[in-house]
């Protein structure tokens, strides 16, 4: 189980309300995009559930458990990031199994999650190669089983795919996509400024304009019954 309850969360940077009391249900193995236009929050929302970042007032649970004080090691999520660094001495195998080492894995399991994974991910021929003999989608997705070898219940992406180019995106949608679909019981939170990666991949949609929840829904939901213009406008429905 792994679903997050966020209630009236509030950040803010000095004199600057970033998010302005922000309330959200999130189911377990649920598939949830953030969408947003840039400035409106979204990192600073997904950060504040990872516990990269410190909230000013209101509350984050996961599994019934407020995490506030948690440290973002013990709360079991991982996250991906647009820009993602490799580390380029080691073969792909060795950085999917790096935290692993670090955490004192035994290698027999350290092993078996890489194998695992890399499965998932389609990244078998590719394990003993060095992160510079990839494509970009390839080193996409070695970060991507970075994470997923350490098991955590809720996956957060900040707009992984925002570096790639457009053919690589639509590529990499569908298999984050069919990722979640693999991973019944495994929450994912998905940041985007896209339209389309929103009405895709989710779901249900969380639309947030300047630190507010605007509106959550299905993609139909949304398209079909936007409860106002910005939500409108920005989804592309013709209302
Ligand atoms: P998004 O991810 O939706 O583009 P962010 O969450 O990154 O938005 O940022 C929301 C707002 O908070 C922006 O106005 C940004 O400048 C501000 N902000 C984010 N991080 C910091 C920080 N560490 N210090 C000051 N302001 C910040
Ligand atoms: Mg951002």
């Known amino acids: 189980m792994s679903d997050i309850t966020i209630t009236n969360l509030r950040k803010s940077f000095g004199p600057v309300d970033v998010l302005k009391g922000i309330d959200l249900q999130i189911k377990s193995g649920e598939f949830v995009v953030f969408v947003g236009p840039s400035g409106c929050g979204k990192s600073t929302l997904l950060r504040s559930i990872a516990g990269l970042e410190a909230v000013t007032s209101g509350s984050i649970a996961i599994d019934g458990q407020v995490v506030n004080d948690m440290p973002p090691s013990q709360r079991r999520i991982a996250m991906v990031f647009q820009t993602y660094a490799l580390y380029p001495h080691m073969t792909v195998a060795e950085n999917m199994a790096y935290a692993l080492r670090i955490a004192k894995m035994p290698k027999a399991a350290r092993d078996s999650a890489v194998a695992a994974a890399a ?15 990839l494509s970009g989608g390839q080193r996409q997705r070695v970060a991507i089983g970075r994470a997923i070898v350490r098991n955590p219940k809720v996956f957060l992406f900040d707009e992984p795919l925002s570096n790639l180019d457009a053919a690589l995106r639509l590529k990499m949608r569908i298999e984050i996509s069919r990722l979640g679909a693999s991973l019944p019981d495994t929450t994912m939170i998905y940041v985007t400024h896209d339209q389309v990666e929103a009405m895709t991949m989710a ?37």
């Open 203 to 239: 779901d249900r949609i969380v639309v947030l304009k300047d630190g507010e929840v605007q509106q959550v829904g299905t993609p139909m939901e949304l398209y079909n019954a936007p409860q106002s213009l910005f939500v409108a406008q920005f989804i592309g429905s013709p209302k």
């Open 119 to 133: 499965e998932t991910l389609h990244l078998g021929p590719y394990l003993q190669r060095k992160p510079k003999d």
